[in-house]
């Protein structure tokens, strides 16, 4: 490895030096003009460079109809799955909107605003590719003159994160007078509403005053949709494969369960239909509410002890929401004062605050297994309600019992608020033929997260030492707590840089920037005083206390050796308190002739682990595993254990590793542009990015499955009632039900990706008629393949559901195809654009499992299952639905949208997506209890048909 990158260095000093000794042989050329292009800090003429950018303007921006930055990257082509998504899902990213390009995850995409760096919000984000949360929501899309998007690495230009490329949002500059806008926004049930008011106010003159600026603000505010009110997705198969929205809700109501103790002191209790008699329950709701479990109708399974009994039904629909109702406000400022020809003084400022509120329903207990009570930094204890013989509530006069109860007069909702401050002050100007910049940088995320209505461990005890009714305690306002967890996240940095163009090469002028930086991170997390002391039943802790210094330098030359080919070389050196890192890239283009333009780039990269995965502190989860030494084939439980153990919800501490090493990637491209006419453009890029080192969380069922690699990791029941035996009968000592999997972030294994983006614009002028612009942005995957541990096997995953594909991987869905095609017609005032969204289907197959691979595939839901498969996804009627065609389907949606501007100062926008009202694909992993929004949200969304209209006026 250290002669490789040594011979990289020492192709660049060549390079350099080459270029050199031929600058000054050269005559100069007439000046044209350059700018600045996302992905390098010399400013070139060509449009296109060596590496593939796309810019997204502000008339396009408009034209997609997107309320917000994340929903105009949701159509980028190049985005994949790993991203975060503004929803209800109440995951370790709950409120926040991430970006993630090519389906690496959101921390291997780094966010520019205005070239600069944002900081990472006050999220510690366990889920792999997700450690770093740079949240979307605080760049306003009104404000955003345009947006370039790096589809190659970047790190020898910008450092960490930038391993999959860059996306830089550039602000509106050039403002003069007052410009207002409005836009309303809703499907077409009146749902997923959103309102919205903006506007932009620019002032003096800097070329005649000295001096200029700008305001811009952006408010905006959605109401809440719940699942009852959602249309546009597959309701009726939902309803019929996964009682989504069924008339079967949920058994846990006011009315209690009572669960027989098997024997006495084992803490196990009855909960199926062979010993439904061991299974009692209360049945004083209102007839409306009562419902007879019946097996077909309310998908219940074999053993469920709700079959044919009469229960209280509880409707959680009406709380569980696919929208939740938020605000958002937005203020940004810039400020240039001209000190002299030479020089000038600039000054940005912003504020942001975005506040999302989620309801689900009250919560419940069922104390059949023991819930979890975490404290910070101690050890987690195990909590369950067992009602001794003799309480007034224990139905059984011979036998301890659980109970199953839910606390309907309580709230249970989640307040995320998260805002962010950011100031840059700096100097630009230019000497002695040197453009330079440098500037001060201050940002910082603050998060206040409020949870209600919490189990409250010392009143919910009081069931058991008081031997106080259940009725008592549901009418107690204590019973549940309130809690507020707080954070915040902030970069410091002062940075300068400095081009030039010196001496002459055949092809021209050579072209050099240097420039530094030095960067404080800080992350602080501290959850609320309750859930430290363990006071909460089932809420973790997720804390963090960490700060460093990053110092960086870096260096790029762009040499025209001849008129027709160039070459690019960069290099960054980059100084994190545990390691130095140095990255290089070299990219090459060359004009074979008017028609035809070859270009190509090699670049390594890194990402340094996130403060959170290095600093004091920790993640407290929860996660579902198979508890392979009491259920061996992830299907039948050994004697002595339960069905629960086949797919467990255990308890999980995720440690800090200081020792973690920077995560490492090659990439390559090589891409053609075409121009048979003036009107056509034509580029073709293909492109492979491999990460290895991968900083990840170890896995909680690796962990489990080889126990003897990571002793006391698994915390068992040591209680030996509960034992389980082998074939033979024979006691297995130590083989308690899992209470925890303690873990820590590692260095393990690889991801790899590859594959080819087109674009193809066509103009065509009709004269008096106006002129028709034709796009076509096209991403094909051809690889996506992941080895999750050193050694591993690491299967094409492309066009599936990774995780199930290769059941070793931690891989979501990635399509092989995901495209756009939209036609502009222009004429005068009016403005019509047509745009045709593809996204490919998804395959639920099972077909590898690490070194494995089955003789034939199989899928993971329904039936028919080849003897021995095991952790499936259950749902016996989506083969009666789906029968082989075992996959998610394609999406193909149109939308419409027409501006207006031939009122003086007025312009008119009404925009329809999904104009056809298709329904958001049915996918079976979205109709769950937790799931149950009913499509991915990372590639579908159910809004169906949906309207904006809006109007903006310049005064």
């Known amino acids: 490895m250290n002669q490789k990158l040594v011979l990289k260095r020492s192709v660049i000093a060549v390079a350099m030096a080459v270029a050199a000794q031929a600058a000054f042989a050269q005559e100069a050329q007439a000046p044209v003009q350059k700018v600045f292009v996302t992905g390098s800090n010399i400013k070139r003429a060509d449009k296109e460079g060596s590496s593939p950018v796309q810019t997204v303007s502000a008339k396009q921006i408009a034209a997609t109809g997107a309320n917000t930055v994340a929903e105009l990257l949701h159509s980028i082509p190049a985005f994949g799955s790993g991203a975060s998504v503004d929803g209800s899902d109440g995951g370790f990213s709950n409120g926040a909107s991430t970006a993630s390009l090519r389906g690496l995850g959101s921390s291997s995409t780094l966010i520019l605003l205005n070239g600069r760096r944002i900081t990472a919000s006050a999220y510690a984000d366990p889920n792999q590719g997700k450690s770093a949360v740079y949240d979307l929501n605080t760049i306003p899309i009104s404000a955003i003159e345009r947006v370039e998007i790096f589809k190659d690495g970047a790190s020898a230009v910008y450092g960490s994160d930038a391993i999959a490329g860059v996306i830089n949002f550039i602000t509106k500059t050039d403002v003069q007078g007052l410009q207002l806008s409005a836009s309303v926004s809703a499907n077409d049930d009146g749902e997923y509403k959103r309102e919205n008011v903006n506007g932009v106010w620019g002032f003096g003159d800097l070329e005649s005053k000295g001096w200029s600026g700008f305001v811009a603000f952006d408010a905006s505010k959605r109401q809440r949709t719940t699942i009852k009110d959602q249309k546009d997705v597959e309701n009726e198969l939902y309803r019929d494969i996964n009682t989504r929205l069924n008339p079967f809700s949920n058994s846990l109501s006011a009315s209690p369960f009572f669960y027989k103790e098997t024997k006495p002191g084992s803490m196990a209790f009855f909960n199926n239909y062979a010993n439904r008699a061991s299974v009692i329950n209360q049945v004083n709701c209102d007839k409306s509410q009562q419902l007879v479990g019946d097996r077909a109708t309310h998908n219940l399974t ?167 009714t259940l009725a008592a305690t549901m009418a107690d306002p204590t019973a549940t707590r309130d809690i507020e967890n707080r954070g915040f996240a902030q970069v410091k940095q002062i940075d300068a840089k400095a081009s030039t163009s010196f001496g002459k090469l055949p092809g021209g002028e050579i072209g050099l920037a240097l420039g530094g930086e030095i960067r404080q991170e800080q992350i602080g997390l501290t959850p609320d005083l309750a859930v430290q002391r363990g006071d909460i039943i089932g809420l973790a802790n997720s804390t963090a206390d960490g700060s460093r210094m990053v110092k960086s330098a870096f260096v790029e030359l762009r040499t025209p050796f001849f008129s027709n080919f160039e070459m690019d070389f960069a290099g960054r050196w980059d100084k994190y308190p545990t390691a130095s890192n140095f990255v290089p890239k070299v990219g ?5 002739n008017e028609h035809f333009t070859f270009r190509g780039t090699f670049a390594e990269g890194f990402r340094a682990p996130a403060l959170t995965q290095v600093s004091p502190g920790g993640v407290q989860s929860f996660t579902i595993v198979t508890d392979t030494l009491r259920c061996p084939d992830g299907v039948s439980p050994r004697d002595g254990a339960d069905q629960a153990d086949c797919s467990k919800g255990v308890s999980s501490l995720s440690a800090a590793n200081p020792n973690l090493a920077n995560e490492r990637s090659r990439s390559l491209s090589f891409g053609m542009i075409v121009t048979p006419t003036k009107n056509l453009d034509i580029l073709v890029d293909w492109y492979r990015i491999k990460k290895v080192d991968e900083t990840a969380l170890l896995g909680a069922q690796t962990v489990i499955d080889h126990s003897a690699e990571y002793p006391g990791l698994v915390v068992r029941d040591t209680n030996p009632n509960n034992w389980v035996t082998d074939a033979n009968g024979n006691v297995i000592r130590n083989s308690g039900a899992i209470t925890q999997v303690n873990r820590s972030y590692v260095n393990q294994g690889s991801t790899e990706v590859s594959g080819i983006d087109l674009e193809i614009t066509h103009r065509l002028p009709l004269g008096d008629l106006g002129k028709v612009t034709t796009s076509l942005n096209w991403a094909y995957l051809a690889e996506f393949r992941r080895a999750e541990h050193y050694g591993d096997v690491a299967h094409n995953l492309t066009g599936t559901r990774g995780g199930l594909s290769d059941w070793n991987t931690s891989v979501g869905d990635n399509p092989r195809n995901r495209g756009t095609l939209s036609v502009n017609w222009l004429r005068g005032d009016h403005s019509v654009t047509a745009t045709a969204n593809y996204v490919g289907g998804v395959s639920l197959l099972r077909r590898y499992d690490n070194d494995v691979t089955y003789a034939q595939p199989y899928c993971h839901f329904g039936t028919g299952q080849p003897t021995g498969a095991y952790a499936l996804g259950g749902l016996p009627k989506f083969t009666s639905y789906f029968g082989n065609n075992c996959s998610v389907a394609a999406w193909t949606t149109f939308d419409l949208n027409y501006s207006f501007s031939g009122i003086k100062n007025l312009v008119l926008s009404f925009n329809v997506k999904n104009l056809f009202d298709r329904k958001a694909p049915y996918d079976p992993d979205y109709g769950t209890t937790s799931d149950f929004q009913g499509f991915n949200e990372q590639l579908h969304n159910g809004k169906g048909r949906y309207f904006r209209l809006s109007a903006s006026y310049n005064f």
């Open 302 to 468: 074999a053993t469920d002890t709700l079959i044919g009994r009469t229960f209280c039904n509880f409707d959680t629909n009406g709380y569980n929401e696919v929208q939740g109702k938020g605000e958002d406000a937005n203020l940004l400022s810039k400020f240039t004062f001209k000190i002299n020809n030479d020089i000038t003084a600039f000054a940005e400022a912003s504020y942001s605050r975005t506040e999302r509120y989620f309801t689900a329903a009250p919560r419940a207990v069922r104390s059949t297994a023991p819930s979890t009570v975490f404290t910070n930094g101690g050890i987690p204890s195990q909590f369950q309600i067992v009602l001794p013989v003799g309480h007034p509530d224990n139905p059984f006069t011979d036998a301890r019992s659980a109970v199953g109860f839910r606390l309907v007069n309580s709230t249970n909702a989640s307040e995320n608020i998260n805002e962010s401050y950011r100031m840059v002050v700096g100097l630009q100007g230019s000497a002695k033929g040197w453009d330079w910049e440098t500037a001060l940088l201050w940002n910082r995320g603050e998060r206040t997260e409020r949870g209600y209505g919490y189990l409250y461990l010392p009143t919910m005890r009081r069931i058991m030492t008081e031997n106080r």
């Open 588 to 592: 090459a283009k060359w004009t074979a």
